[in-house]
């Protein structure tokens, strides 16, 4: 299990906070945060390091057609299109969720890696989509999944809409509306395989991604979660998560050695029995 370093001092949390009131999407505006996401207009903005990120992580690479973003995983599973593609609309102006963020890409590698036997007969979850990248990814791998919900704030409904349609995914990847800490929409049915990535960021929203991942789990269900550490506060995250989750770190990732130098962690975490 991940030891927490507890001792945060308490000023800096204070003022960490402050600063999160004021601008509460501050630390994705950072100019070396924006570093390797994908922009709006669809073209990489790469620092060395996060450009080697992207283009080094086993079995994944990206292109820009049409102004498309065009993402390839290579895999041996014989029963899914090689490589697997995924084609995206990305566009700022819904919010931060409409860009491809380096966590989401190394998410839906990992599902890509573990293979379509795994999802089988399952429902799956993604809890801020952003533009549906993960979620998707999984509608092409699992041919034999019960079905995959991708979902966010209302603002993004759209992209991952158009996304959905863009990948001819209708049917296998449904969207929906799901704002954390809100009460789980009845149409969406208690998943077995939860999915989170790049949601640890806005500290007003701790607490209600944990009632939400709660809402939803049980201790059968799997949740893979990676998340991109940001700053000590994002400690406090994990403090409240504790009370009713475990975890333990994903291991088994050929992409682990890269993506950790970036200071991003993939996770499993467990439901606590009440
Ligand atoms: C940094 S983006 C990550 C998007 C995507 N998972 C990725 O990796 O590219 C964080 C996502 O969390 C969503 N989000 C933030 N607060 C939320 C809330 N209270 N309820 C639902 N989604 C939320 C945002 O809309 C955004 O899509």
């Known amino acids: 299990m991940l030891e927490l370093d507890l001792n945060i001092p308490c000023g800096d949390v204070a003022l960490e906070e402050k600063l999160d009131l004021d601008d509460p999407l ?21 620092s060395q390091s996060m450009s080697e990120l992207l283009t080094v992580l086993p079995q994944q690479s990206h292109s820009v057609e049409d102004g498309l973003l065009k993402f390839s995983f290579t895999h041996e599973w014989e029963s899914v299109p090689r490589p697997l593609s995924i084609s995206l609309v990305v566009d ?16 839906a590698s990992y599902l ?6 795994y999802l089988q007969d399952k429902n ?3 809890l801020g989509s952003g533009t549906g990248l993960v979620g998707l990814a999984v509608g092409v791998l699992a041919m034999e999944a019960r079905g995959t919900w991708i979902t966010d704030q209302a603002p993004l409904l ?3 809409t158009r996304n959905v349609c863009l990948n001819r995914l209708e ?17 969406i049915p ?4 939860i999915l989170a990535a790049d949601c640890v960021y806005f500290e007003p929203a701790f607490p209600l991604l944990v009632k939400t991942l709660s809402d939803l789990s049980t201790s059968k269900t799997d949740i893979f979660f990676c998340y991109k550490k940001r700053r000590k506060a994002d400690k406090r995250f994990f403090n409240m998560l504790r009370k009713h989750f475990s975890w333990k770190e994903v ?12 200071a991003i962690t993939m996770i499993q975490l467990f439901k606590l029995k009440a």
């Open 92 to 107: 700022a102006s819904p919010g931060c969720g409409g860009l491809a963020w380096p966590a989401g890409q190394i998410l």
């Open 171 to 187: 049917g296998r990847v449904h969207v929906a509306e799901l704002n954390w800490g809100s009460s789980i929409p009845e149409d």
């Open 26 to 46: 501050r630390h994705l505006k950072d100019d070396s945060e924006l570093e390797g996401i994908i922009a709006s207009e669809g073209l990489a903005r790469a």
């Open 158 to 160: 759209p992209i991952m």
């Open 124 to 126: 799956v979850l993604e």
């Open 251 to 262: 291991l088994d990732d050929p992409g682990r050695p890269i993506y950790s130098r970036e």
């Open 112 to 117: 890509v890696q573990k293979g379509p036997e």
């Open 190 to 193: 208690l998943p077995d395989v």
